[in-house]
């Protein structure tokens, strides 16, 4: 390639000296490399008269093909380049399903307009889900709700904490209330997140303060949680930014407040490609909620 160079600046110039201005290398070394391609194809590329070069008329059709394979190499490198830039190059993100899809959006917005030309793919599943994808490599990093054995296993960043709530449809009697307590639940119908990751430890409380609840429908699927909640069939319990329904009313929980801390998760050890390590450092400078 860089003989190839020396017969395009010469043919450019007509003047070795200048040729090898160009190519930033001396002339006896552009010289020397335009020999050794003239020998290698069996023909003169240049008639020397002196210090005067002319292109010969073989060195004249074989100038096109000599660019032609420049300019894939400049298209090469600039891939290349692309390549490190974080452009076309996939990031595979996990998100949990759980996990309010608005305000993540906005940060997803963002990275975007930063690193144009990245492709993000970005799926959904429970913790086991994600943290097996994880293992398994079919996913780069996960978004999900911060534990202790999540954080033996994986490396971990909090990003935000987010409360838990209480939403119910307008005109419900908890609208009077500034925030709701467990024991102002008793007795209500409600609607059960079954994907909710931490049903078991409110169901617990429920359970040690005696708190009764009547689950009037049970559903893994946020919207249709949502959705029922809405029409009248009960209140739920949802973390503060996955209620993305307009129309439904919340309180804060309180008596006890719950809450979690949504964190990313990586596999320790893992080498990441400079797409991955830029997204992570684009989730600890950007100004999560909460």
């Given at each position: 390639?860089?003989?190839?160079?020396?017969?395009?600046?010469a043919?450019?110039?007509?003047?070795?000296?200048?040729?090898?201005?160009?190519?930033?290398?001396?002339?006896?070394?552009?010289?020397?490399?335009?020999?050794?391609?003239?020998e290698?194809?069996?023909?003169?590329?240049?008639h020397?008269?002196?210090r005067?070069?002319?292109?010969?008329?073989f060195g004249?059709?074989?100038?096109?093909?000599?660019?032609q394979?420049?300019?894939?190499?400049?298209?090469?490198?600039?891939?290349?380049?692309?390549?490190?830039?974080?452009?076309?190059?996939?990031?595979?993100?996990?998100?949990?399903?759980t996990l309010g899809?608005?305000?993540?959006?906005?940060?997803?917005a963002?990275?975007?307009?930063?690193?144009?030309?990245?492709?993000?793919?970005?799926?959904?599943?429970?913790?086991?889900d994600l943290?097996?994808?994880?293992?398994?490599g079919?996913?780069?990093?996960?978004?999900?709700?911060?534990?202790?054995?999540?954080?033996?296993?994986?490396?971990?960043?909090?990003?935000?904490?987010?409360?838990y709530?209480?939403?119910f449809?307008?005109?419900?009697r908890l609208?009077?209330?500034?925030?709701?307590?467990?024991?102002?639940?008793?007795?209500?119908?409600?609607?059960?997140?079954?994907?909710?990751?931490?049903?078991?430890?409110?169901?617990?409380?429920c359970?040690?303060?005696?708190?009764?609840?009547?689950?009037?429908?049970?559903?893994e699927?946020?919207?249709?949680?949502?959705?029922?909640?809405l029409?009248?069939?009960?209140f739920?319990?949802?973390p503060?930014?996955?209620v993305?329904?307009p129309?439904?009313?919340?309180?804060?929980?309180t008596?006890?407040?719950?809450?979690?801390?949504?964190?990313?998760?990586?596999v320790?050890?893992?080498?990441?490609?400079?797409?991955?390590?830029a997204f992570?450092?684009?989730?600890?400078?950007?100004a999560?909620p909460?």
């Amino acid at each position: 390639m860089a003989q190839i160079r020396y017969v395009l600046a010469a043919a450019k110039h007509l003047n070795f000296t200048r040729a090898a201005t160009e190519c930033n290398v001396t002339q006896p070394a552009l010289t020397k490399g335009i020999k050794a391609l003239e020998e290698e194809l069996g023909a003169t590329l240049f008639h020397r008269e002196g210090r005067r070069i002319l292109l010969s008329e073989f060195g004249g059709s074989m100038l096109p093909h000599l660019q032609q394979i420049a300019d894939e190499v400049d298209t090469a490198r600039t891939i290349a380049q692309n390549f490190r830039l974080l452009e076309k190059v996939p990031v595979r993100l996990g998100v949990m399903s759980t996990l309010g899809h608005l305000r993540l959006a906005r940060f997803l917005a963002r990275f975007e307009k930063m690193h144009k030309g990245l492709e993000l793919s970005v799926s959904e599943g429970s913790i086991t889900d994600l943290t097996d994808r994880l293992n398994d490599g079919e996913i780069d990093i996960a978004i999900m709700t911060w534990t202790a054995p999540l954080a033996e296993a994986f490396r971990t960043h909090v990003l935000y904490a987010e409360r838990y709530v209480v939403v119910f449809p307008p005109e419900h009697r908890l609208g009077k209330l500034n925030a709701v307590g467990l024991r102002d639940l008793s007795g209500e119908p409600y609607v059960d997140r079954l994907a909710c990751e931490m049903r078991e430890m409110v169901m617990a409380v429920c359970e040690d303060l005696d708190v009764a609840l009547y689950a009037r429908f049970r559903s893994e699927r946020e919207d249709w949680v949502q959705a029922m909640v809405l029409a009248g069939i009960g209140f739920a319990f949802m973390p503060e930014y996955s209620v993305t329904l307009p129309g439904l009313l919340q309180r804060p929980l309180t008596e006890p407040s719950v809450e979690r801390q949504v964190c990313t998760v990586t596999v320790p050890g893992r080498r990441h490609s400079p797409a991955v390590d830029a997204f992570l450092r684009a989730t600890r400078s950007f100004a999560w909620p909460g």
